[in-house]
């Protein structure tokens, strides 16, 4: 055996590491491996150690060993799936387009669920229980298919004692009126109720009131009309706000012409005793100096007075008429202008024939108004007369009288509907949904009996809850997720619109930075809560969620408008006359950016690029900070502190009235300030004699304040 040359290199260690490990080298510089744990076939120990647990990086790294992937550049290979913004409370348009092609493909599948068949030997009991099951069956079904289908259904009622009062109020009624809101009239439709009205009997008839119709314009209500005639829908537009405000306007009418009656009356009163008193003077006069016709001549101007002025009295009764009749023509002329302008054009094209042309206009504009015209109370009544079939059923205790059904989804305005037709507040309104609750027998005249049903949700499709939140079915206020909602609203009305209602700026990302010209939820809520000033309480921040419950209602009540069109019209074109920006008043713009107004002036002043960023205290930076730090305005962008400090920094309470322990009362119990009590001291060093800068200096507690680290000896305990 040779001697080894050094004392390392020798033992029995030494020698099983050269026994593994012969033939192997280590890797050079270049040599790197593929991955850490990549391993040289190497000794078959290594192979086939067993490995029973591997973390999700060890995991990884095996795998990717096994399939040989070079994982480093997959990494780095990032593949853009869109670079747009999406919010995922919301369809992009292609799977919108779907849904709507889905919805319509399983209308049919909303139903509503039916009363089963029942005759005079049913019990009561026998025929809850047949109600109970079919209910259930009903429900059961609308659940298989929104599951099955994926679809997305209203929350449609599911209390069956409602469905019960709507089933009473089918049975009950000759004609079922469904309220529906003009702002989407198709999706408050249910085309299975009306099918079910017809099965209860088929003499029973539908009508489609289209209610809220004063959101709607001449062309928008001849489109929808164009399209429920060819659906063969026997529909009429009505506005039960309108007929309200011209039954309020009538009121005031009738009662400023009493008033002027009574006052005319008194003014006659008042004028023929003084003709009486007059003609008795004549009298006098004549007896004295007879043959005299001076008298006659003075009676003419007094009578030519009195008839001027009750001809005056009788123009301005007329006068207080005119309003309503110029108000009624403006109504007509207004919607009348267009067509008539659009017939003049006509007109001109066909001059050879222009009296038959001119008739054949007259004509169509006749027959158009009956299809678009919004109806007044009265004519709505007339119409409810004419289409109100005569069923004759001697058993009905009520035959011979005409029984009106009208139903509908919450707060589409029955209540108000039924108040216009009485004429007066019979039926109370309110904005918020579901307010009647059990269905109401109202006696209209002798002849026809108003069913009030309870508000409904019917079995409906929808695309997203955004989408049923701005239909008002979802309540605005239990709303938590609400950037679907008001996404829809910022894509359903221009941003120019948005703005100029609310006087507002907002900041959308620019298409180079993946906006696409339209604010996103988030982009139109910050500019709102900016601008109003929500808060979110302690940070600071706007508060978006505040900001949503206030557009989303704005939305519902018609201050944004948007209607929906018939199937195959484009929304944008069809709300093309309500986004016409000069419907909408100037107003003061709001900021929308929590940059002090003044900092911009400090911009244009300093001529510094808004955004250019130095870091030496110029552009925005600077004018952000100049303002801030201006005492003035300090306060006002102070964070906010609450309690007792908040009254100190804004000086809103003294002191003394913050710590009131702090308070020093005097011998009789009064109170004494500090600087009484300073004074005080003052006053008695002087009396001991010592005065100047000592009196003052002991009197002042400043200069105290040097001592305050050094432990004070109290007194207390001194031998
Ligand atoms: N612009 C407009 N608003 C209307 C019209 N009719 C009703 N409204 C408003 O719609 C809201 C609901 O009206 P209601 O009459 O209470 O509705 P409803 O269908 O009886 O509601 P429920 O009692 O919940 O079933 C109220 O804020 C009304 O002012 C209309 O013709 N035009």
Request: charged share 30%; hydrophobic share 30%; with cysteine.
């Amino acid at each position: 055996m040779a001697i080894p040359k050094s004392k390392k290199n020798v033992g029995l260690g030494q020698a099983i590491i050269k026994a593994r490990f012969k033939g192997r080298s280590r890797p050079k510089d270049g040599d790197e491996r593929l991955h850490s744990t990549e391993m040289e076939d190497g000794g078959s120990w290594t192979r086939l150690q067993s490995v029973t647990q591997e973390g999700d990086l060890e995991s990884f790294l095996s795998t990717a060993e096994l399939a040989g992937t070079e994982f480093t550049a997959e990494k780095l290979n990032i593949k853009v799936i869109s670079n747009q913004y999406e919010n995922p409370f919301m369809l992009s348009a292609d799977k919108e387009k779907e849904t709507l092609e889905k919805h319509q493909e399983f209308k049919s599948h909303l139903t509503v669920p039916r009363r089963p068949h029942w005759d005079e030997t049913t019990t009561g009991p026998e025929l809850q229980r047949m109600e109970r099951t079919s209910f259930l069956d009903w429900r059961r079904g609308l659940a298989t298919l929104a599951e099955r289908e994926t679809l997305l259904l209203t929350p449609f009622e599911r209390n069956i004692e409602v469905w019960r009062q709507l089933w009473r109020v089918i049975e009950r009624s000759h004609l079922v009126v469904q309220i529906v809101d003009a702002r989407n009239p198709l999706f408050f439709r249910s085309t299975d109720l009306e099918t079910y009205v017809t099965e209860v009997d088929p003499r029973k008839k539908n009508l489609l009131l289209i209610n809220k119709a004063d959101y709607l314009t001449v062309k928008q209500r001849k489109r929808w009309a164009d399209y429920f005639d060819n659906e063969g829908i026997r529909y009429t537009f009505f506005s039960a706000a309108l007929a309200k405000e011209k039954q309020e306007k009538e009121q005031a009418q009738r009662e400023k012409m009493e008033e002027l009656a009574l006052q005319l009356a008194e003014l006659k009163a008042r004028q023929s005793d003084s003709d009486e008193e007059e003609e008795e003077e004549e009298e006098e006069e004549e007896e004295e100096a007879t043959g005299n016709d001076k008298g006659a001549e003075t009676k003419e101007p007094a009578a030519a007075e009195a008839s001027s002025t009750s001809a005056n009295k009788e123009s301005k009764e007329q006068g207080t008429q005119e309003p309503e009749v110029e108000e009624e023509s403006e109504e007509e002329s207004e919607e009348e202008s267009e067509e008539e302008s659009e017939d003049d054009d006509d007109d001109d094209e066909e001059k050879p024939n222009k009296t038959h042309s001119h008739w054949k206009a007259i004509k169509e504009v006749e027959k158009d108004d009956e299809r678009t015209r919004i109806r007044d109370t009265k004519e709505l009544y007339e119409l409810l007369v004419k289409e109100t079939p005569i069923i004759d059923d001697p058993r009905n205790p009520l035959n011979g009288i005409m029984s009106i059904g009208l139903v509908g989804y919450p707060n589409v305005g029955k209540s108000s509907t039924i108040n216009a037709l009485l004429g007066e507040h019979a039926v109370s309104v309110s904005a918020t949904p579901g307010k009647t609750k059990h269905f109401q027998t109202i006696h209209l005249t002798p002849k026809m009996i108003l069913c009030d049903c309870p508000g409904l949700v019917f079995p409906s499709f929808a695309t997203t809850q955004g989408d049923m939140v701005c239909n008002g079915v979802l309540p605005i206020d239990q709303l938590r997720e609400f950037t679907g909602s008001v996404g829809l609203v910022a894509q359903r009305l221009p941003r120019e619109v948005l703005e100029a209602i609310y006087g507002i700026k907002i900041a959308v990302l620019s298409e180079e930075e993946g906006g696409t010209g339209m604010p996103t939820a988030e982009e139109f809520l910050i500019a709102y809560a900016v601008a109003r000033g929500f808060t979110k309480a302690g940070q600071g921040n706007p508060d978006e969620s505040r900001a949503a419950r206030y557009i989303l209602k704005d939305y519902v009540n018609g201050k944004l408008l948007y209607c929906a069109p018939p199937p195959g019209d484009e929304a944008l074109e069809f709300n093309a006359e309500h986004n016409q920006l000069d419907r909408f008043k100037k107003r003061k713009q709001l900021p929308t950016s929590r940059l002090p107004a003044t900092a911009s002036t400090y911009i244009n002043m300093n001529s510094v690029t808004p955004l250019s960023h130095t870091g030496s205290g110029t552009g925005k930076t600077a004018a952000v900070d100049s303002t801030f730090f201006k005492p003035e305005r300090r306060t006002a962008y102070l964070p906010k502190v609450t309690g007792k400090m908040a009254l100190d920094i804004t000086g809103g309470m003294p002191r003394v009235q913050l710590f009131p322990h702090q308070q020093r009362t005097d011998n009789q119990g009064g109170y004494v300030s500090r600087k009484m009590r300073k004074q005080g001291i003052q006053d008695g060093l002087l009396d001991m004699g010592i005065e100047g800068g000592i009196a003052g200096a002991l009197g002042n507690k400043k200069h105290k304040k040097g001592k305050k680290n050094i432990k004070q000896r109290s007194g207390g305990g001194l031998f």
